[in-house]
């Protein structure tokens, strides 16, 4: 039988993902399950999302030849313009889509987890846009350490909740806005922000983000003449700028998928966010994957120099994609995501996120044909990163 990458009707990919709920919310889930697709498929939605996607997001995001450092790196090396969004990311592409289905399923209040406060912020926006009561759940560290998206996210309208149980970070965050959930089922849209939490959110983050390889599609076209590229690359938090980048990617074996955990300050240094390469199966977050965890199962809380990949699962999609070895996994250390940060910057004059300069940190470590097509996805941009950077410089 040809593996297939996609998900399958329950909602897994090989022996990941699924459903892994309290009773309460059982429901709630099912009623996504059985609401997703019809709605994301029907013209309407699709007609209003791809309005907002141009009209508000900035869409379509440009494919940019970075000819200095594709002669550094002896290939052909697009940029897939993510930074370039409203509201600095990718995330944005997934807010939108899902505050249309929440609207469509006539729901009314909205929640949302977030770490750097990226999702948070992507989140109150298209709430304001739409008129929604918005409450985000954010770590208290993390409420400490990202005053600007803090502030931006009040401004916006939405009330942030300051998590104060377990480390205080993402996945407490996640926790509680999965008990406020359960609490208040009936009247609110869990807006999650990458490829996680239980089926269907993996697959409809995924459909959500897929939009960047259906325009690479086009502009490959376009600027090579044939519609695919040798290889895509992508940094991988939860994995949902990945997914979108190589969606419409995955069965085509001409193909090659390198995707960029965060290696914090080294995979076996005890301070890594680096899950394909250390985590064990388990379940996190409604969702079975691989998962950061002590022999007896307890959570490690990740550690990586960019918040927005600090996260101690992974999407399933990812955690088989790199079991089935479709895709090639490096875990980029902090140092090195730093440097590949500078080298964009002062080489192609585009400051990216940090999470995007683990992907640029993956190009030392790879052998390129001089004919290669390479597309790499630039996440986000830095001006969320500058304190980070600017106490790097010059070391
Ligand atoms: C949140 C974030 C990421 C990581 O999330 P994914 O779901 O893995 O894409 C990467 N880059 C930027 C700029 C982000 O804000």
């Known amino acids: 039988m040809k593996t297939t990458f996609q998900i399958t009707p329950e909602g897994y990919y090989g022996e990941f993902g699924g459903t892994y709920v309290p009773e309460k919310l059982q429901y709630c889930v099912k009623e996504l399950q059985t609401t997703y697709l019809k709605v994301i498929e029907s013209e309407e939605f699709k007609q ?20 200095r450092m594709s002669e550094k790196y002896g290939c052909k090396l697009y940029l ?12 944005i592409n997934n807010t939108v889509g899902q ?24 989140t109150a926006t298209v709430c304001a846009l739409m008129n929604m009561e918005c409450v985000v759940y954010m770590g208290k ?15 916006l309208g939405a009330e942030v ?18 008990n406020d959930w359960c609490s208040h089922p009936e009247e609110t849209f869990y807006i999650i922000g990458s490829t996680v939490g239980p089926h269907p959110y993996p697959d409809m983050v995924a459909r959500m983000q ?43 074996e001409r193909v090659n998928i390198v995707l960029a955990e965060a290696g914090g300050m080294g995979v076996d240094s005890g301070k890594t966010a680096a899950t394909i390469q250390r985590g064990k199966l388990g379940i996190l977050h409604g969702s079975k994957t691989l998962v950061l ?19 101690p699962g992974i999407g399933p999609m990812h955690a088989n994609l790199a079991k089935q070895h479709r895709a090639t996994v490096l875990a980029i250390n902090d140092d090195e995501a730093l440097d590949a940060a500078f080298e964009l910057t002062r080489m192609e004059g585009i400051i990216p996120a940090i999470e995007s300069a683990h992907a640029l940190g993956a190009l030392p470590k790879m052998k390129f044909k001089p004919t ?3 597309v790499l996805t630039v996440s986000g941009r830095g001006d969320k990163d500058i304190e980070t950077y600017l106490k790097h410089f010059g070391e």
């Open 48 to 67: 209003e999302y791809m309005q907002l996607l141009q009209d508000y997001v900035g869409r379509p995001s440009p494919l940019y030849l970075a000819k």
């Open 293 to 311: 965890q002590t022999p007896d199962g307890q959570v490690i809380e990740p550690y990586s120099i960019s918040a927005g990949l600090d996260y």
């Open 99 to 122: 505050i249309l289905l929440a609207r469509k399923m006539g729901k009314r209040r909205i929640i949302a987890e977030t770490g750097a406060g990226q999702h948070g912020v992507a």
């Open 161 to 178: 909740r300051a998590v104060t149980s377990g480390s205080m970070t993402l996945k407490d965050a996640v926790n509680e806005a999965i």
């Open 372 to 374: 290669d097509v390479v």
């Open 141 to 155: 560290t993390d409420v400490e350490r990202q005053y600007v998206n803090v502030q931006k996210m009040k401004m």
């Open 80 to 91: 897939k313009r993510e930074d370039l969004n409203h509201t600095g990311a990718h995330k």
């Open 210 to 252: 897929s939009i960047i390889s259906e325009e690479l599609k086009g502009q490959l076209m376009e600027k090579e003449g044939r519609d695919y590229p040798d290889y895509l690359m992508a940094c991988i938090g939860g994995g949902s700028n990945a997914a979108g980048t190589i969606y419409h990617y995955l069965n085509d």
